[in-house]
């Protein structure tokens, strides 16, 4: 380690915090209330009060928002870390689309995720006011009196967060170092996978697209079609952030939903991944499908939740890993064919 290299100079930021200056975490006001919460998970029920003398990092977030996942290895490793030292993760779960409010989807997901913190289920939006929150994911870190001293809105600034969780513990009393019951101030090295790898920030040049109307962008298609209603449609010529269909779907607000029994949603895009929310609008059933890259079924460039064929099957609503890209990154058109009725579809998202 040298003066000049990063390492250095956040270990040096470190040390600053640690030594007791106030003025780079401000007062913020007090935690929010975990009252409204309609469930919990992994916890009986908490509250402000009950935290009080615990270091309490409150996050935000739903659990098909890929900028959420992209965070979670970092929420993971900071609870294995540092819980027995004085932190407490809550995550506050509040949901974006409807299906998220099913506790039974919730609970399926914390599991499979290893989500093993406390969770708040917040359907109502209650806690979620209470902290005055708009975004996912949100990181608001509170001292040991309840007094937010710190907070974060969307990814990145990991090693910030960390180094502002490690100063509060100090403050409430938690030893840093290498000595007996101490923590290490080494930053937690995590490894993401799959949905959890950031974004290619530089060669990004897609948003985040709302199929269903209520949000919709970017939507191609011939003539005036109907809301609510099914819609024979076929792909025009898409321009960069355009998307078609191709089959009988009916647009509703929320989503699309596939009504013939085959049917196609086309996007041209520029990224590395692609992601799309989408589901069986019957609870249970189950829609194969299968992705094409520029007309063709994708090899070695398919994502995480199709098979060695470029194919999936749809058997619950969520969040699927379609395109993963390993070259240089250019315009591209990808095709979400599926071979049967009874398909949803949500929200594009790209890394």
């Given at each position: 380690m040298n003066d000049e290299s990063p390492r250095y100079g956040l270990f040096r930021s470190l040390a600053h915090r640690l030594a007791g200056d106030d003025a780079d975490l401000p007062y913020e006001g007090r935690i929010g209330s975990f009252e409204g919460a309609t469930g919990w998970l992994n916890t009986e029920p908490l509250t402000a009060e009950s935290l009080?003398?615990?270091?309490?990092?409150v996050d935000f977030w739903t659990y098909t928002c890929i900028n959420w996942l992209r965070t979670a290895p970092y929420v993971k490793a900071w609870d294995a870390k540092y819980r027995d030292h004085g932190l407490t993760i809550v995550g506050v779960h509040t949901p974006e689309f409807g299906f998220e409010s099913d506790h039974r989807n919730v609970e399926a997901r914390t599991r499979a995720l290893g989500v093993e913190y406390p969770v708040a289920i917040d359907d109502g939006y209650r806690v979620w006011e209470s902290f005055a929150n708009h975004y996912w994911p949100a990181v608001y870190l509170a001292d040991a009196e309840g007094r937010i001293r710190f907070h974060h809105f969307g990814e990145g600034e990991y090693?910030?967060?960390?180094?502002?969780?490690?100063?509060?513990?100090v403050d409430a009393g938690a030893e840093a170092g290498s000595g007996p019951g101490a923590f290490d101030l080494d930053l937690v090295d995590v490894r993401p996978e799959g949905l959890e790898v950031a974004a290619d920030w530089v060669h990004?040049?897609?948003?985040?697209?709302?199929?269903?109307?209520?949000?919709?962008?970017?939507?191609?298609?011939?003539?005036?079609s109907p809301l609510d209603l099914p819609y024979e449609f076929s792909?025009?010529?898409?321009?960069?952030?355009?998307?078609?269909?191709?089959?009988t779907w009916t647009v509703a607000r929320h989503a699309v939903g596939l009504?013939?029994?085959t049917g196609r949603i086309a996007f041209r895009f520029r990224g590395r991944d692609v992601n799309l929310v989408m589901g069986p609008r019957v609870p249970g059933a189950e829609v194969p499908f299968q992705v094409l890259l520029d007309g063709h079924l994708v090899d070695e460039t398919r994502g995480s939740d199709l098979d060695a064929n470029g194919r999936g099957v749809l058997r619950d609503q969520n969040v699927y890993q379609l395109v993963r890209q390993h070259g240089a990154i250019t315009d591209r058109i990808v095709e979400v064919e599926f071979l049967e009725a009874g398909a949803e579809a949500y929200c594009f998202t790209f890394g």
């Open positions: 009080r003398g615990r270091v309490v990092l090693a910030m967060t960390e180094m502002a969780i490690q100063r509060l513990l990004l040049g897609s948003p985040e697209t709302y199929l269903g109307y209520g949000q919709s962008t970017g939507f191609a298609a011939e003539g005036r792909v025009p010529h898409l321009s960069l952030n355009e998307w078609g269909l191709s089959g009504d013939g029994p």
